[in-house]
């Protein structure tokens, strides 16, 4: 059984500042690149943030500067703090953990961000 859980989504004003977590457990084996995306109601859900197991890591244009992803490779966790918030980043965040040597994906089942104006 492979779970992936985030935590730490909610209601903030634009300006403001989040905390987004997600562990994975499991038998997950191979875990290779972390991730965050988002998706708001009938669009694409769209790449944040990524980290591979190595410390590299890959942001969208649209949150340079304001988001930062992380990782703790022995606990099986990757976080995104989330800066600066803007009203267009009001989305549901799902966390992926790509494993089994990038055979297998996994999500978890996304926490709502809301950034009011």
């Known amino acids: 059984q492979v779970q992936v859980v985030e935590s730490g989504g909610g209601l903030v004003q634009a300006g403001g500042s989040l905390r987004l977590s997600c562990a994975a457990s499991?038998?997950?084996?191979?875990?290779?690149?972390m991730g965050w995306y988002r998706q708001a109601p009938e669009k694409q859900r769209e790449m944040v943030a990524i980290i591979t197991t190595g410390g590299s890591t890959n942001y969208a244009d649209s949150v340079k500067g304001r988001f930062t992803i992380s990782r703790d490779n022995a606990k099986n966790t990757v976080s995104l703090q989330m800066n600066s918030l803007k009203p267009e980043d009001t989305d549901v965040y799902y966390c992926?953990?790509?494993?089994?040597?990038?055979?297998?994906?996994?999500w978890g089942q996304g926490t709502q961000v809301t950034v009011s104006s």
């Open positions: 992926n953990v790509v494993w089994g040597w990038n055979t297998r994906s996994s």
């Open positions: 499991g038998s997950m084996f191979g875990i290779s690149a």
